[in-house]
C-alpha cells in the first residue's frame, strides 16, 4: 500500500507526468464524444443533404381530366423536408453531380404521367423513376439518397393508387345507379315477359283450335274427294246417254218428218205400211225397251245430280274453310314447317279447288232441272211407245180404215213432230250440259287432289305448330322465372351496392391497405446511441493502450520492496487511471445528451471494461513490452471486425463470427447496450460481467506472475532495468 501512494506522490510531483496522466484519462472521452457527436444523429438531417430533381414529364389527358403526375410530385417535394431537394434541369443536375454539389439526382421521365394512365391499357406500363447516386463522394449519403427515392416511390404509388381508388369509387357510384336502372328494366322486362305468357296462352288457344278445324277440314276433304269421284262417274254415264238419247232424237224427228210429208201415199203404201207395221212393231218393242233403260238412266242421274248438289248445298265445311284459306293464301307463313313456296302453292291450289266448287254448285241445279225434264220426257215418250206399239199393232188390222182416218192421224203426226222436236231440243242440251260436266271432272279431280295434299299438310303443320307452342310455353315459364329472378336480384345488387359507403376514408384504405405498426422492444434514440456502446468501449481501450506506451509501467521505484509491491504499485496506478477514464468518459457522455437506461450499470459497465482492457494491455506490456504494445494492437484491430458493434455479426464472414465469442469487447458493447437503451436482457447483462470479470482476474494473476519474474524474486532492493 506504501508503494501505490509513492507512486502517486511521484506522478503528482512530476508535472509532465500528472498532465499526461490526466490528459491520458480524458483521451477516451475526446474520442468517444467527438466521432459520437459527428454521428450523433445523422438521419435526423437529411434535410441537409442536396438533391437535384430533374422534372421532365409531360401532361396528358385521361378520360376529359388532365393528369399531370410529375408535376404534381415535384410540388409534394417542394413541402417535404426529408432532403435539400433543388428542382433543376437535366443540364444543371449533370452539371452539379460531376462538382459533387448534389449527392443523387432524381429524374422524373416524360412519360411518367402517360403511364400513370396506362392501367386499363391491354399492357400497362410502370412509371419509373430514376436516380443517380455517387457513392464515391460518400456511400452513407448514397445509401440515404436510395431511402429517400424508396420513400418517394412509396409516395408515387400512394398518390396514383389514391387516385385509381378515387376514380373507383366513382365508377361504384356509377355501377349502383346502373344497377338500380337495370333492375328497373328488369322488372318491366318481368311485366313484359308476362304479356308475352298471357299471349303465348292465346296463341296456344288458338293453335289448338286450328289443329282441330285442319282435322275437320281433312275429314271433310276426304269425304270431298270420295263424292266427288263418284259424282265424275255418274257424269260420265250421263254423257253417254245423253249422247245416245240426242242421236235417237235426231233420228226420231228425222222419221217423223220424212213420215209427215210421206202421209199422202199412205193409201198407196198402205199394202206396204200393212207389211212394216209389223216391222215396226217389233222396233217398237225394242225402242220401249231401249227407252226404258234411257228414263232409268236419267232417274239415276237426276237422283245423282241432286244428291250432289245436296251436298254442295250441305258443304259448309268448305264454305268455313275458304276465308281461312283465303288467309292462309295471303299469310304464307304461318306454315313454319314448310317452305313459302310449298305453303303458296297448297294455298293457291284449295282456293281454286273451292272456285272451281262454287261454280259445280252453280251449274248442278241446271243439270238436275234438265235430267228431270229429260227423265219426264222420256217417261212421256216411254207411254207414248207403248201407244205407238199399241198402234202399230192395231195398223196391220185397221190398214183398211186408214184412209178414213187420215185426218186424225195427220193431227197426231204433227203432234208427234212437235214433241219428238221438243225432246230433240232436250236431249241437245242434257248432251251439252253433260259434255261441259264431263270436260271438267279431270280438272275438278286434279284440284281435289291438290286440296287433299294441302289438308295433309296443314293437318302436319299444325301439328308441328302444336307441339312448337307447347315448347315455347316451357321456355316462356323459364324465362318468366328467370326475368323474376334478374330483377329481384338486381334490386338486391342494387341495394347492396347503394348501402355501401364509400368515401375520403375508402379512398385512403385502398391505396393504402397495410399501416406499419412498430413496437419497441427497446428504444435507441438516434444512431448516437446505438453506436455508443462500441465507441465507448474502442476509447477505453485506445486509451489503455496509450496510458501504456506513455506511463513507464517496466521501471521499478525504489520504493518497490517487493515484486507484489511493485504490482500492487504499477497495477494500482493503472486502474486508478482506467477507473478515472471510465467515469470521466461515461459522466461527461451523460452531459453531452447520452440517455442511459441504467446508471448504475452503465458506470459499473465501464470501469469494469476500462480495468479488463488495462489488464490486459499491461499484462502484454509488462511481459513483452513493445511487442506486447504491438500484439494489443492487433488485438484492438480484431476486435474492430469482430466484436459486432457497426453491423450484426451474422453479416461478416465465418473468420469474425469465429472469434466473436472470444473478445472482451464482444461482451463489453453486450453490456453497454443493455445498461444504455436496454433489450438484451440482464442475463446477458450478468453474463458480460462474468466473462469481462474473468478475464480481468486472469491477467491480473498472469501479470502478478510477470511482474515477480522480471523483479527477480521477493528480495528488496534489486532492481529491473527496462528494456
Not at 225 to 231: E, I, K
Not at 594 to 623: G, H, N, P, Q, R
Not at 639 to 656: A, V, Y
Request: some cysteine; aromatic content about 8%.
Amino acid at each position: 500500500m506504501g508503494t501505490f501512494k509513492n507512486e502517486w506522490k511521484n506522478i503528482f510531483k512530476n508535472k509532465l507526468m500528472l498532465a499526461t496522466c490526466i490528459a491520458i484519462a480524458f483521451i477516451p472521452l475526446l474520442y468517444s464524444s467527438f466521432f459520437l457527436k459527428s454521428v450523433w444523429d445523422p438521419y435526423g438531417h437529411t434535410e441537409n443533404l442536396p438533391v437535384a430533381v430533374v422534372n421532365e414529364d409531360k401532361p396528358v389527358k385521361f378520360r376529359g381530366k388532365s393528369v399531370d403526375v410529375g408535376n404534381s410530385v415535384v410540388e409534394n417535394l417542394k413541402e417535404s423536408k426529408s432532403m435539400n431537394w433543388s428542382f433543376v434541369d437535366s443540364k444543371t443536375a449533370k452539371s452539379g453531380l460531376e462538382k459533387n454539389d448534389y449527392y443523387m439526382i432524381v429524374t422524373i421521365p416524360s412519360d411518367f404521367s402517360r403511364n400513370a394512365t396506362s392501367i386499363l391499357d391491354e399492357s400497362p406500363k410502370q412509371m419509373e423513376i430514376s436516380y443517380e447516386t455517387n457513392g464515391s463522394l460518400n456511400f452513407i449519403g448514397r445509401l440515404m439518397g436510395q431511402s429517400a427515392a424508396k420513400e418517394l416511390k412509396s409516395e408515387v404509388s400512394k398518390k396514383v393508387t389514391s387516385a385509381y381508388a378515387d376514380a373507383l369509387v366513382d365508377q361504384f357510384a356509377e355501377i349502383g345507379d346502373s344497377l338500380e336502372a337495370a333492375a328497373d328494366g328488369a322488372s318491366t322486362l318481368d311485366s313484359g315477359t308476362s304479356k308475352i305468357v298471357d299471349g303465348e296462352k292465346k296463341l296456344k288457344s288458338g293453335i289448338e283450335k286450328l289443329s282441330e278445324g285442319t282435322l275437320t277440314f281433312k275429314d271433310g276433304a276426304d269425304s270431298f274427294d270420295s263424292g266427288l269421284a263418284m259424282y265424275v262417274q255418274g257424269v260420265s254415264q250421263a254423257n253417254d246417254g245423253a249422247a245416245k238419247l240426242s242421236v235417237g232424237a235426231q233420228s226420231l224427228s228425222d222419221g217423223l218428218g220424212t213420215l209427215k210429208s210421206q202421209v199422202a201415199a199412205i193409201p198407196q203404201g198402205a199394202k206396204k205400211l200393212s207389211d212394216g207395221s209389223s216391222q215396226l212393231a217389233s222396233g217398237l218393242v225394242s225402242a220401249k225397251s231401249a227407252t226404258s233403260k234411257l228414263s232409268y238412266g236419267l232417274s239415276e242421274l237426276d237422283q245423282s245430280l241432286k244428291t250432289l248438289d245436296s251436298r254442295l248445298q250441305s258443304s259448309s265445311g268448305l264454305e268455313q274453310i275458304q276465308p281461312l284459306l283465303e288467309n292462309l293464301s295471303q299469310n304464307p307463313a304461318l306454315f313454319a314447317s314448310l317452305s313459302s313456296e310449298e305453303q303458296a302453292a297448297v294455298l293457291k291450289a284449295s282456293y281454286s279447288a273451292v272456285s272451281s266448287l262454287g261454280e259445280i254448285k252453280s251449274a248442278v241445279p241446271k243439270l238436275s232441272e234438265g235430267a228431270s225434264r229429260a227423265s219426264e220426257g222420256m217417261s212421256s215418250l216411254d207411254s207414248n211407245m207403248a201407244v205407238l206399239a199399241s198402234g202399230a199393232q192395231g195398223l196391220s188390222d185397221g190398214t183398211s180404215k186408214l184412209e178414213q182416218s187420215m185426218p186424225e192421224l195427220l193431227s197426231g203426226i204433227d203432234a208427234l213432230k212437235s214433241g219428238s222436236d221438243e225432246l230433240l231440243s232436250g236431249a241437245q242440251s242434257l248432251s251439252s250440259g253433260t259434255q261441259t260436266l264431263d270436260s271438267k271432272g279431270s280438272e275438278l279431280k286434279a284440284g281435289s287432289n291438290k286440296l287433299l295434299g294441302g289438308a295433309d299438310q296443314l293437318k302436319s303443320g299444325s301439328s308441328e305448330l302444336s307441339n312448337g307452342s307447347v315448347a315455347l310455353d316451357s321456355a316462356l315459364s323459364e324465362l318468366k322465372s328467370g326475368t323474376g329472378e334478374l330483377s329481384e336480384k338486381l334490386k338486391e345488387g342494387s341495394s347492396e351496392l347503394n348501402s355501401v359507403k364509400l368515401g375520403e376514408q375508402t379512398v385512403d384504405q385502398i391505396s393504402s391497405p397495410a399501416h406499419i405498426s412498430e413496437l419497441e422492444y427497446s428504444h435507441v434514440p438516434n444512431y448516437g446511441h446505438a453506436l455508443a456502446p462500441y465507441v465507448m468501449s474502442l476509447a477505453l481501450f485506445i486509451g489503455c493502450l496509450v496510458f501504456n506506451s506513455i506511463f513507464p509501467i517496466r521501471s521499478m521505484p525504489e520504493s518497490a520492496r517487493t515484486s507484489s509491491s511493485w504490482y500492487l504499485g504499477r497495477f494500482g496506478v493503472g486502474l486508478t487511471i482506467a477507473t478515472f477514464m471510465a467515469l470521466i468518459e461515461g459522466g461527461l457522455m451523460i452531459a453531452l445528451g447520452l440517455e442511459v437506461d441504467s446508471t448504475l450499470k452503465f458506470f459499473s459497465m465501464l470501469v469494469l471494461t476500462a480495468i479488463c482492457y488495462m489488464s490486459i494491455v499491461m499484462t502484454l506490456s509488462m511481459a513483452l513490452d513493445n511487442p506486447g504494445r504491438f500484439l494489443s494492437m492487433l488485438l484492438l484491430i480484431v476486435q474492430l471486425g469482430g466484436s459486432g458493434g457497426t453491423f450484426p455479426i451474422e453479416l461478416t464472414n465465418r473468420f469474425f463470427q469465429t472469434i466473436h465469442p472470444y473478445l472482451p469487447m464482444s461482451y463489453s458493447i453486450y453490456g453497454l447496450r443493455e445498461a444504455i437503451t436496454g433489450g438484451i436482457g440482464a442475463s446477458s447483462f450478468y453474463t458480460s460481467v462474468e466473462v469481462l470479470l474473468g478475464i480481468f482476474l486472469l491477467f491480473a494473476t498472469v501479470l502478478f506472475f510477470v511482474m515477480k519474474k522480471l523483479f527477480g524474486g521477493d528480495s528488496p532492493g534489486k532492481a529491473c532495468t527496462e528494456s
